[in-house]
């Protein structure tokens, strides 16, 4: 969401486009932290930080320590906002962020503890940018389903914080979804998509009430080798 003051300062009109990153100011984050037990099946938690709650500072530091000691840190467009806006409000508020401040200087081209699917997918830069939406609605994933990005402004205003937030962490599970496509493409493995997603929906369905809003991943969508025009054999009904 835009900072009013600092908005009013560059001059900028919110109404002409999506204003640039520094004019941001953090409403809520979420994170979906997933891990694999000793017996190799995924576990699932999700954690979110908003202003319904806490302040920018506490938000930054809620981040910093959720993720500095992940293996991976996976975004979509990440490097070109969501670390861009935390680490300008990590030096806003004054709260350190060493690990997002890592984040931010990993090379474009070379792979590390960032995963940014929009430039993975998009070839950094050699096919044209595209929206989370235009992703999860080629792979069937459920993502933006009662909540859009332009919407939170006016949301802040009527204090319908639940909402918000459940469109956070709605987003960060449809870009987990989004990589898992990606990588079963990269590694020539369909079976991540059926595995991960399946444990996904059994976490889902475990704890159905408080992830609720979550209800739209609890079931795996079609998935055909070749796609329904070549009529190639569903994988879910291989039981893979």
């Known amino acids: 969401m835009t900072d009013p003051e600092t908005l009013a300062r560059a001059g900028n009109d919110s109404t002409t486009g999506f204003p640039a990153w520094p004019l941001h100011q953090l409403v809520c984050a979420s994170t979906l932290i997933v891990e694999r037990d000793r017996d190799g099946r995924l576990n ?8 319904s709650m806490m302040g920018e500072r506490a938000i930054v530091a809620s981040v910093e320590r959720t ?6 840190v996976q975004t979509f467009n990440g490097a070109g906002f969501d670390i861009p806006v935390l680490l300008n409000r990590s030096a806003i508020t004054g709260e350190p962020a060493p690990t997002i401040a890592k984040l931010h200087a990993q090379p474009r081209f070379r792979q590390g503890v960032h995963v940014d699917f929009l430039q993975e997918m998009a070839g950094y ?6 929206r989370l939406a235009d992703a999860c609605a080629n792979f069937g994933i459920p993502v933006k389903i009662d909540t859009s990005g332009e919407q939170v402004a006016d949301l ?3 204090g319908e ?9 709605t987003d960060v599970v449809a870009t987990w979804l989004t990589g898992l ?10 079976d991540l998509i059926v595995e991960g997603w399946n444990a996904l929906a059994a976490w889902i369905k475990s704890d159905a009430m408080r992830l609720a809003h979550l209800s739209p991943y609890a079931s795996l ?3 055909h080798r070749g796609g329904s025009t070549l009529g190639e054999v569903d994988l879910a009904e291989l039981g893979i």
């Open 67 to 72: 993720i500095e000691k992940a293996f991976e």
């Open 161 to 169: 914080w639940t909402q918000i937030e459940n469109y956070c962490e």
């Open 181 to 190: 496509y990606w990588r079963s493409a990269e590694r020539s493995s369909p």
């Open 221 to 223: 969508p079609p998935i």
């Open 156 to 158: 802040v205003e009527r």
């Open 44 to 51: 699932f938690n999700v954690e979110t930080y908003s202003r």
């Open 125 to 130: 830069g050699a096919a044209p940018r595209f």
